[in-house]
C-alpha cells in the first residue's frame, strides 16, 4: 500500500494566520489526492480533490497544491470554524491510504 | 440533500459477525459507487471496501478481506457490510462514503466495538 505522511501532527495557530499542511506519499500518485476536513464527532467533509480543485461549497480560503510525491494544503486566514483534523487520501491505487491527521489548534 | 444514514453497530464478541447497513436517500444511488471507511483513535482513518454502482467491481482492505462482504441494493437505496470473524482490531466507527476514488459525502458513522 502506499503510505501518506502529514506534517505536523498538530498545529497551533490564531485567526487569520496563515496556515499549510503538508502530505507526502511513498511513491508518486500524480495528482490524485483528496483532502478532508474533520470537526469533532462528525464525519470528515471533501475539501480538495485531484490535489488542487476545490469542492463545491468551500470557502476559497482553502486551496491545495502539488503533484507526484509532495502536496500542500493551505488555509489563507483561518477563521474560527477551521479549528479541525485535516486528512489527506490518495486514489492512485485501488487501496485508498489517508494520512494519520493534522490537528489545527488554537494557539 | 444528500443523506447517508448507516445504522446496525453494536458490542459483539471475539469471532462474532454483525450487519452493518447504510441507507441512501437525496440523489440516484443507482448511479453511485459506494464505499466502508472507518476510523480507530489509533489507526486514524482506514478504506475498507469498495463497491461500484452495479455491483460488478468489488475490492477490499487487505485487512478485512476474506472476513468483509459488501453488497448493496439499489433497490432499496441501500449498502451493506456483511463482517465475519471480527477481532479486536475491527473496533472502529465505520462509515458509508459515495464516490469512485475520493468521497464526497459520508454518514454520521456507526459504532463497531469487538469485546469480550
Known amino acids: 500500500d502506499i503510505q501518506m505522511t502529514q506534517s505536523p501532527s498538530t498545529l497551533s495557530a490564531s485567526v487569520g494566520d496563515r496556515v499549510t499542511i503538508t502530505c507526502r506519499a511513498s511513491?508518486?500518485?500524480?495528482?490524485?489526492l483528496a483532502w478532508y476536513q474533520q470537526q469533532p464527532g462528525k464525519a470528515p467533509k471533501l475539501l480538495i480533490y485531484r490535489a488542487s480543485s476545490l469542492e463545491s461549497g468551500v470557502p476559497s480560503r482553502f486551496s491545495g497544491s502539488g503533484s507526484g510525491t509532495e502536496f500542500t494544503l493551505t488555509i489563507s486566514s483561518l477563521q474560527p470554524d477551521d479549528f479541525a483534523t485535516y486528512y489527506c487520501?490518495?486514489?492512485?491505487?485501488?487501496?485508498?491510504?489517508f494520512g494519520q491527521g493534522t490537528k489545527v489548534e488554537i494557539k | 440533500e444528500v443523506q447517508l444514514v448507516e445504522s446496525g453497530g453494536d458490542l459483539v464478541q471475539p469471532g462474532g459477525s454483525l450487519r452493518l447497513s447504510c441507507a441512501a436517500s437525496g440523489f440516484t444511488f443507482s448511479s453511485y459507487s459506494m464505499n466502508w471507511v472507518r476510523q480507530t483513535p489509533g489507526k486514524g482513518l482506514e478504506w475498507v471496501s469498495y463497491?461500484?454502482?452495479?455491483?460488478?467491481?468489488?475490492y477490499y482492505a487487505d485487512s478485512v478481506k476474506g472476513r468483509f462482504t459488501i453488497s448493496r441494493d439499489n433497490a432499496k437505496n441501500s449498502l451493506y457490510l456483511q463482517m465475519n470473524s471480527l477481532r479486536a482490531e475491527d473496533t472502529a466507527v465505520y462509515y458509508c462514503?459515495?464516490?469512485?476514488?475520493?468521497?464526497?459525502?459520508w454518514g454520521q458513522g456507526t459504532l463497531v466495538t469487538v469485546s469480550s
Open positions: 487520501q490518495q486514489y492512485n491505487t485501488y487501496s485508498r491510504t
Open positions: 462514503a459515495r464516490g469512485v476514488d475520493y468521497f464526497d459525502n
Open positions: 463497491i461500484s454502482s452495479s455491483s460488478s467491481t468489488i
Open positions: 511513491q508518486s500518485i500524480s495528482n490524485w
